[in-house]
Structures are given as C-alpha cells and as structure tokens.
C-alpha cells in the first residue's frame, strides 16, 4: 500500500478533520454508466482489445500489440489485508509469497521465477488493502509457457508445508524493513487511530507472531481456507497483452485459465466509520527518522466509487492544489510558509475515502502550522460557498480527453498491472 510520506526532520503534524463534503449541495449528479462489452480505445492506441468473461465467469481483457517485444499479464483479486480475520494480521499477504512456490502442474517451487528470469523477464505481486496483484513480464516469444505457469497459481498451488516457515520469515523480514520506512511508521500511526472496528485498522504486513501456528489452528489451514474463499473466478480480473492475434490469446487464455475455480464473493460491508468520531478533530505528531518537512491534512469522505465519470474529489484536489496567483499555495508562498502543496483523494476502502493536502513546508512553516491549518479551512470555505464551477469541471474534461487521445505507451507490465 503505497502512502504519502508525511514526515518530517522536527516531527510531523497531521490533522484529522471531520468528514468533508466534496460536492456542495445541489451537485450531486446521477450518472448512469453502461458497461460497455468492448473498451473505449484512444483513436492513436494502435493495440486491439477483446473483452470477454470465460465460463467460470472469469472476466479476462485481451490486448494484441504485433510490435511489443514483451509480452506480460496481470491478476487481480479483490481481497487485500482489510479481509484478514481477526487476529491473523499478514495472512492475505503471506498467501501472496506462498502462491510462487510451486504448482501441482508445475511442482518446482524454483521454477516460475527461474522460467521468467531465463527468458527476459520479471515477475513480481503486491497486496494493498482490498486488492492482491500478481504480474509479470517475458520476452514477447515465450508468452505461452509462461502464462500456463502463471496460470497455475489460481488453479492449484500446493503450498507445500515445508516452505511455510521459509516464507514466514520473509514476511518477518519486510515487517522488521518497515520499521525504520518513515511511510511505513506514518501509516502505522495512522492505523493506531483508526475505529478498533475497522478492518483497515489491523495489522496488514504479518510477523511470526502473527502467523504462528496455534493449538489446532496450524497457519497452513488458515491459508488454505483464505485461499478457497476468496480466490474464485468472480473475484479476479485478468488481463494479458501479446504480440499474438486476439483469437490465439483467447486460446491460450480458454487453456490455461479455464479450471480457475468457479464462484464469486460478497464482501461484508464497513459499516463503521474509519476514524471514532470523538477523535475528530485531531492533531498528530509524528518524528520521523529522515527530514522531511511536511503538513497533511486529512478528511474522512465518501465513497465516490460509482461517481468515477464525474470525480468530484478530482475536481476538489485540483481547485486546491492548482498554483494560480489566488490560489492557497500561492498565499502560502508569499508568507514564506510553503514550498509546494497537493490535494486529492487516497486510502479507498469499500465505503470511503481519505481526502489529503499535502503541504511541503519552509523552515519558518514548521513553526505556524496552526497558521497554515487555518487559511487551509478559510479556503475550503471560500470554494464551499462558491459552489462548483462548470467551466473548472469542463477544463478538467477537456484535459482528461487529451490525456486519453494522446497516451503513450508505457511498460506492458505496469499496463496491464494497472488495468487490471
């Protein structure tokens, strides 16, 4: 899970605010999106899609790029550390280490990475807080083989029992790197001040203690049960791009995918609210182990998932974060308080958000950040009681649609992690 460093040299001042409104009333606005059945391509994208959804109800997009010289595929499942039961923090994670040690098909716990690594490519996964992504890339010729063994991860990992007290040890091992990442000690601050209740609050890296065997509780059965829980077919989304035609893609695909295992998931809702709310409104500080001179002020929102063709949190961190000569930061800048600032919406969970400013501070900024926080909340009210802009939104658009019509093509395995 990637988190904005908020760290600085002389100790970090966090604010938590109470629940912000991104659009003022009488914005909202209904928007009915149809799912397409294929996806709207950009007119220079020279690649061909295919969507489709595979009998299992795997929902798979194909991407057939002839000139790529590597190939690469993504999956992802929607589960992530907020699903750990409870008092097994890092078990999401520790799957996702224990996935590439070998296959049924494929019984070599060496022999994934090996294949990859010999034929050009990488291979690596993450796990965030409601997703899990696996990817890799290889030389554009080699696309098939590795797709089966990637393949298999979904279809029938062993998890060998041999090999789980190597992993959780290297799951220690990242957990014992975090301790001194000032990203990772800010998010564990902020994780300290979350609702008890909810699930973002646990413990998501993992540590031999919490991985630890149990009486009649081995860690393995708890995998194994994670495992045939969450990771069906309806759960993931897959997405592959090669130099093949789209109907051998789909072959290939149809062969190697086909026996995921059938099945989809209903998530429990978060029915508790992020921060309790007689914390709001906080101020946090934090010391950090490197310098960095920063201010975040951070607001509980809503879920504006279904609002993603209108992105109001877009158009809310764009009016704060732009550098006009009215602007917040300019002001800022005048009084010799900031360097620079950013605005916009993180931390998504199913039910909400966490809308963040980010201010880079001066030296003489450290020392007025009551100041900073107050002509923070003056702006906010200032663009409250102006209402939305339509000719700032329609801006918004229209760069948007530039941005679109004229991509460039990035690595193919940061592609198709990404849409994924």
């Known amino acids: ?4 460093n908020t760290l600085w040299s002389f100790g970090l001042v966090v604010a938590l605010g ?4 991104c659009q003022p009333e009488g914005a909202q606005q209904e928007v009915v999106a149809q799912e397409p059945s294929q996806p709207v391509v950009s007119p220079i994208d020279d690649r061909q899609y295919r969507a489709l959804v595979l009998e299992n109800g795997l929902q798979v997009l194909l991407v057939s790029d002839a000139k790529t010289q590597k190939a690469a595929a993504a999956l992802d499942v929607y589960v992530g550390s907020g699903d750990n039961p409870k008092g097994r923090g890092g078990l999401a994670h520790f799957l996702e280490h224990m996935l590439f040690l070998g296959t049924e098909k494929y019984p070599d716990p060496a022999e994934y990475e090996q294949y990859i690594t010999e034929h050009g490519g990488n291979r690596n996964a993450y796990t965030s807080f409601d997703h899990t992504n696996y990817f890799f890339d290889v030389n554009a010729e080699h696309f098939t083989e590795a797709l089966d063994r990637f393949a298999q991860f979904f279809v029938s990992p062993k998890m060998d029992a041999e090999y789980v007290d190597r992993e959780m040890n290297a799951v220690q091992a990242e957990y014992q790197m975090g301790l001194k990442s000032d990203g990772r000690r800010g998010l564990d601050v902020l994780q300290a001040l979350m609702h008890p209740e909810h699930p973002y609050s646990q413990f998501s890296v993992g540590s031999l203690e919490s991985l630890a ?13 994670f495992y045939e829980r969450y990771y069906v077919a309806g759960n993931m989304r897959l997405v592959v791009l090669g130099a093949e035609s789209l109907d051998a ?17 209903v998530h429990d809702p978060v029915n508790v609210p992020m921060f309790p709310e007689t914390l709001l409104p906080s101020l946090v500080s934090i010391e950090p ?4 001179r920063s201010l975040e002020i951070i607001f509980p929102i809503g879920d504006y998932t279904e609002q993603y063709l209108s992105d109001p949190a877009r158009y809310l961190g764009h009016l704060l974060g732009h550098e006009g000569p009215t602007s917040l930061l300019a002001q800022l800048k005048r009084e010799g308080l900031a360097e620079s600032l950013s605005a916009g919406s993180s931390f998504r969970w199913r039910g909400g958000a966490l809308f963040y400013i980010d201010i880079k501070l001066t030296e003489a900024g450290i020392e007025q950040t009551d100041r900073i926080v107050q002509m923070t909340h003056s702006a906010l ?6 209402g939305v802009q339509s000719w700032v939104f329609d801006e918004l658009k229209q760069l948007s649609d530039l941005n679109f019509r004229f991509q460039e093509k990035g690595e193919p395995i940061r592609y198709v992690s990404r849409l994924a």
């Open 249 to 265: 893609l789909e072959a290939m695909v149809k062969a190697s995918f086909s026996e995921v295992p059938a099945g989809d998931v």
């Open 381 to 386: 009210a200032h663009l409250r009681a102006e």
């Open 1 to 4: 899970m990637r988190l904005t």
């Open 213 to 225: 065997d149990r009486p009649d509780q081995p860690i393995r059965a708890d995998l194994l049960a």
């Open 18 to 21: 109470a629940a912000l409104g």
């Open 289 to 292: 182990t490197a310098a960095n």
